[in-house]
């Protein structure tokens, strides 16, 4: 069965530094979402992307944060400047099209730490 | 803003009784609802997806009802294992814009022997 898939599955970093975390959609799917979790939270929406192109963004994902799909199968989530309230689980999602009736399914997450 | 709510306490059931989580929302009623499990230090898994002019959903033991006039939904697990014991996600989707999901924080659910 296709699956979303993510790496790593552990980044730790430092305060200030920047992060790139991979993932890679299902392959026939369209769009492509990043979430996150803090530790005991909800699973709150970042970014959501299609056709090459940001389509909506949340009020957490401000100018340290980025998305791109580089190639044909990967999709990245890029984050400047680390601050220690970005420490959290990170997933990323992906859906057939953008029907809006479409299940997005997740991927295993990144848990990023940062110090 | 949408607020949603999930049974905050967990919720402890015997192995083969039928759960029922619960998933009430506020102000606009969202255009689909998906049902979530999600295990410790895991990515959400997808279940179930019910559309606004739909009023119940079926998958093998699981079951969703939709009420946008309680602006409630309710999951149902029939039959349950000890390997359902999860936190289950409710999430509310929205036409148009980029298909942003809102959770609600999950309810935990144990089943016991």
């Known amino acids: 069965e296709p699956e979303v898939t993510q790496t790593p599955s552990h980044q730790v970093t430092q305060m200030g530094q920047e992060v790139i975390l991979r993932c890679v959609p299902i392959?026939?799917?369209?769009?492509f979402y990043w979430y996150r979790q803090i530790l005991g939270q909800k699973v709150e929406f970042l970014v959501s992307?299609?056709?090459?192109?940001?389509?909506?963004k949340s009020e957490i994902f401000d100018d340290q944060f980025s998305v791109e799909r580089p190639d044909g199968s990967n999709f990245t989530l890029k984050i400047r400047s680390t601050k220690l309230e970005d420490s959290a689980m990170y997933f990323c999602a992906s859906s057939e099209s953008g029907a809006g009736y479409n299940e997005q399914f997740f991927g295993p997450g990144t848990r990023l730490t940062v110090l | 803003s949408q607020k949603i709510e999930q049974n905050s306490e967990a919720l402890n059931i015997q192995e083969g009784k039928t759960a029922t989580l619960t998933c009430n929302y506020t102000?606009?009623?969202?255009?689909?609802l998906q049902w979530y499990r999600q295990d410790p230090g895991r990515g959400p898994v997808f279940l179930l997806l019910i559309r606004e002019n739909e009023k119940e959903k079926r998958k093998e033991r699981l079951k969703v009802t939709f009420d946008t006039t309680l602006k409630q939904s309710l999951f149902h697990i029939t039959a349950s294992q000890p390997a359902d014991s999860a936190t289950y996600l409710c999430a509310l989707g929205f036409t148009g814009g980029g298909n942003k999901l809102t959770f609600g924080t999950g309810t935990q659910l144990k089943v016991e022997l």
């Open positions: 102000n606009y009623s969202p255009a689909y």
């Open positions: 392959s026939n799917h369209l769009y």
């Open positions: 992307f299609y056709n090459n192109e940001i389509s909506e």
